[in-house]
């Protein structure tokens, strides 16, 4: 859908009306606008061992030439905040002074000018789904190829390693949700991952309320795969509230239903990273 013009001017052109309304109220706005972004796949490339994922080279230092620039970025992941963080490179960087990382869908919580994380207690349901995932997978003979994560306040179970990822993938999803539920949790879906954590936080409600508590005019929400679907349609009801906003995905031929949804679609984490330099110096 979207492209990267060959000219001067590095910033693709939305395909929607509604996008391009929104890049030019935060071109003319910029510091009443949340810039929001996911990090695995958007920021940091998919890699096969998600301790490995790091930002996109240029990353940070397109955030730091935007951040000053803009009223807040913010980081909003499934990961918890300190590991996207320390993965990201974010602390301790000149410019980033106004970045947060909303972590955990939210339920935790970065800020660069403190340089600390805040959360509430753990759901005894993670506690108790860690300890039955091995010899659940094992019983249902999903243990193959599979492999489970460790994220703290959610636990995810990876089908990418499997000999067939999708179809251990649809295997895995009503099994998962049978346990997940019998713990007070639920499922999010992602790119050949499904994650048990509990209820009551996605990236749809950490954005509303990170962006009513900037007060911000305009908002960017830059995703890749199913769990950015809230933060997608959480854009769409700012937008019902008179709030200009641009979707933007990281492109995938994984999540069409994301792309299909996007004002702009981009090259993956570099084509991220590009729109983010670009949207840096056009405010200069």
């Known amino acids: 859908m979207g ?58 230092p397109a955030l730091a030439a935007l951040a000053p620039k803009v009223a807040s970025i913010a980081v909003v992941t499934g990961r918890p905040a300190g590991v996207a963080v320390r993965h990201g ?11 947060a990382v909303l972590g955990h869908y939210g339920a935790e919580r970065w800020d660069a000018v403190s340089g600390t994380v805040t959360a509430p207690a753990p759901h005894p349901g993670v506690a108790a789904v860690r300890a039955e995932l091995p010899g659940f997978l094992d019983r249902i003979g999903a243990w193959q190829g599979t492999w489970i994560e460790e994220k703290g306040r959610a636990v995810a179970v990876h089908t990418r390693r499997a000999a067939d990822p999708q179809a251990a993938f649809e295997a895995l999803r009503e099994p998962l949700a049978d346990l997940a539920t019998r713990h007070g949790l639920i499922v999010e879906p992602g790119r050949m991952v499904l994650e048990l954590r509990p209820p009551g936080m996605d990236k749809g409600v950490a954005l509303l309320e990170y962006v009513r508590e900037v007060g911000a005019e305009a908002v960017l929400y830059a995703g890749d795969d199913l769990g950015d679907l809230p933060a997608f349609a959480a854009v769409d009801k700012l937008r019902s509230d008179g709030v200009p906003g641009l979707l933007v995905c990281s492109g995938s031929s994984e999540v069409g239903e994301l792309a299909e949804r996007a004002d702009l679609v981009v090259d993956g984490p570099s084509g991220v990273v590009r729109l983010l330099a670009g949207l840096a110096a056009r405010l200069d």
Do not use: N
Request: glycine share 8%; hydrophobic share 40%.
């Open 3 to 60: 492209s990267h013009p060959e000219s001067k001017d590095p910033l693709p052109a939305p395909v929607t009306p509604a996008g391009r309304d929104a890049l030019d109220a935060i071109l003319t706005r910029p510091t009443r606008t949340v810039v929001a972004l996911d990090f695995d796949g958007t920021l940091a490339p998919i890699v096969p061992d998600p301790d490995q994922a790091r930002a996109h080279p240029d990353a940070v």
């Open 89 to 99: 490179g974010f602390a301790g960087v000149p410019g980033l002074e106004h970045l």
